[in-house]
């Protein structure tokens, strides 16, 4: 017998059902309430609404867990790589070895783009950011790809899947080579997953490329740690798309829009500059710790702070393990991670961020361990996309196979002008 939540509204009682999730959360269902009152919730920023049921991940913020499907990020960092983590968020178990043979060879097929996509790039300005190409060409995928776009039909779907795993390191690395100069290098689908993309951002045809075994490694715990989520911003801007039974290239086009935003995956580039302007200006980092508890000072310690964790972010220390072991085997003294090291450990202590709960997020690290394996800042966010394409395809596909799926539609409370007399504009003084 489902447990009842009782809500009175002046003389009125309503009953809510109350919903338990497999960890123990519960969530009032107030889906009936307009129905039975007329009234709607109000929650800006969604920071209190469960927009959906789902059993990808589950994180809980208060103590700093996160797993997918069950397994913790952290037994999964260190024992599969992307490409099986992937497996296991879009079909919910981990494959077999067959299963997991199988869908790299899928995967390894589709990695070239058509040749008539290359020239896109062309109309692309040279300095252009390539998350704007990123997003601009996944989406014109549904151009070229009219023969899988059928949001219902399993086939369909399961070869979009595919070619989108396949190709977003491709369409990533060739925004890359146009921002230098550089020819477009063909993807070689006898190398891994991270091995290719890093050959196609870093080879060039004139000399041989051999990627570092440690700079795979790092890559691959990377794309783990940011390939879920759960209702993340860019995740429900791709449900909220795909509501509207857009195709899932479309979908994933206006996730990659989402992250691309400063306060979402935008963050690990603004870290890199934040650290850099720290540097610049003498190192002083308590100077940067006072601005940011200042608020006329209109200033905030990016990479710190996170809607949901009010704790250590579980991503935050494995990403921070790995810079620091990849830049000792590499003899680097990085003086980023160095200042960052610093802010860390003196935020960590002062009261503001003790109050406030605020720890250092994923971004944190991610940018310093980016810059080590030689990525250009610009291209950082798109390493987060590439990342969190198999979390957006998991919700994705959990949400159109929902037999409760509908449109996404919030409503609000309107606030604007009742109705008004209407004065011609020669009158309007
Ligand atoms: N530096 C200084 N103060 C901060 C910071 C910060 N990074 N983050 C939050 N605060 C303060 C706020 O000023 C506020 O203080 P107040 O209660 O005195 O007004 C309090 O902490 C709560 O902050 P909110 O903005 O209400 O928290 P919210 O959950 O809305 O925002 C967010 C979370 C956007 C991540 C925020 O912490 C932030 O802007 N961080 C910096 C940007 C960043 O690192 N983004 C990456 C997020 S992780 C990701 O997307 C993968």
């Given at each position: 017998m489902a447990e009842i939540a009782r809500l009175s509204v002046g003389s009125e009682q309503?009953?809510?059902?109350?919903?338990e999730g497999t960890e123990g959360e519960r969530a009032l269902d107030i889906s009936k309430l307009r129905a039975q009152s007329g009234l709607i919730t109000l929650d800006e920023g969604y920071v209190n609404t469960g927009s959906t049921r789902s059993a990808i991940t589950f994180l809980d913020g208060e103590a700093g867990v996160l797993r997918y499907r069950g397994y913790p990020i952290e037994t999964l960092c260190e024992h599969c790589d992307f490409v099986e983590v992937s497996y296991l968020l879009i079909y919910g178990e981990l494959p077999t070895a067959k299963q997991l043979e199988d869908f790299r060879a899928s995967i390894r097929r589709h990695t070239m783009l058509h040749e008539d996509i290359r020239q896109f790039y062309n109309g692309f300005p040279r300095d252009a950011h390539p998350m704007g190409t990123l997003a601009s060409v996944v989406s014109a995928l549904s151009t070229f790809y009219q023969d899988s776009l059928n949001p219902h039909d399993p086939q369909h779907v399961e070869v979009s899947i595919h070619r989108l795993l396949a190709k977003l390191p491709t369409i990533a690395a060739y925004?890359?080579?146009?921002?230098?100069?550089?020819?477009?290098?063909?993807?070689?689908?006898?190398?891994?997953?991270?091995?290719?993309?890093?050959?196609?951002?870093?080879?060039?045809?004139?000399?041989?490329?051999e990627s570092d075994p440690d700079f795979v490694h790092a890559l691959n715990l990377l794309l783990i740690c940011h390939a879920d989520h759960e209702q993340n911003c860019s995740t429900s801007t791709v449900r909220m798309v795909g509501s509207a039974d857009a195709n899932l290239f479309?979908?994933?086009?206006?996730?990659?829009?989402?992250?691309?935003?400063?306060?979402?995956?935008?963050?690990?580039?603004?870290?890199?500059?934040?650290?850099?302007?720290?540097?610049?200006?003498?190192?002083?980092?308590?100077?940067?710790?006072?601005?940011?508890?200042?608020?006329?000072?209109?200033?905030?310690?990016?990479?710190?702070?996170?809607?949901?964790?009010?704790?250590?972010?579980?991503?935050?220390?494995?990403?921070?393990?790995?810079?620091?072991?990849?830049?000792?085997?590499?003899?680097?003294?990085?003086?980023?991670?160095?200042?960052?090291?610093?802010?860390?450990?003196?935020?960590?202590?002062?009261?503001?961020?003790?109050?406030?709960?605020?720890?250092?997020?994923?971004?944190?690290?991610?940018?310093v361990i980016y810059r080590a394996l030689g990525m250009p800042v610009p291209m950082f966010t798109v390493l987060f996309a590439m990342g969190r394409l198999p979390g957006w395809i998991a919700h994705w596909v959990e949400m159109m196979r929902s037999p409760t799926k509908r449109i996404y539609r919030p409503r609000q409370v309107y606030t604007g002008p009742t109705e008004r007399e209407f004065v011609p504009v020669e009158k309007r003084g």
């Open positions: 309503l009953e809510l059902p109350v919903f925004s890359h080579k146009k921002s230098v100069g550089q020819p477009f290098i063909y993807p070689q689908n006898d190398l891994s997953y991270c091995e290719n993309f890093l050959q196609m951002m870093f080879a060039v045809p004139c000399e041989p490329f479309a979908s994933v086009a206006a996730g990659i829009s989402a992250l691309w935003g400063p306060l979402h995956g935008g963050a690990n580039e603004a870290v890199v500059s934040m650290l850099e302007q720290i540097r610049d200006d003498g190192g002083d980092v308590q100077k940067y710790v006072r601005m940011a508890k200042d608020k006329d000072e209109g200033f905030r310690l990016m990479g710190f702070g996170h809607r949901v964790y009010k704790n250590f972010d579980p991503r935050a220390k494995i990403i921070q393990a790995a810079c620091s072991k990849l830049l000792g085997k590499m003899s680097i003294r990085d003086p980023l991670f160095e200042i960052a090291q610093q802010l860390e450990e003196v935020a960590l202590r002062d009261d503001y961020f003790v109050e406030r709960r605020l720890y250092p997020n994923v971004d944190f690290y991610s940018g």
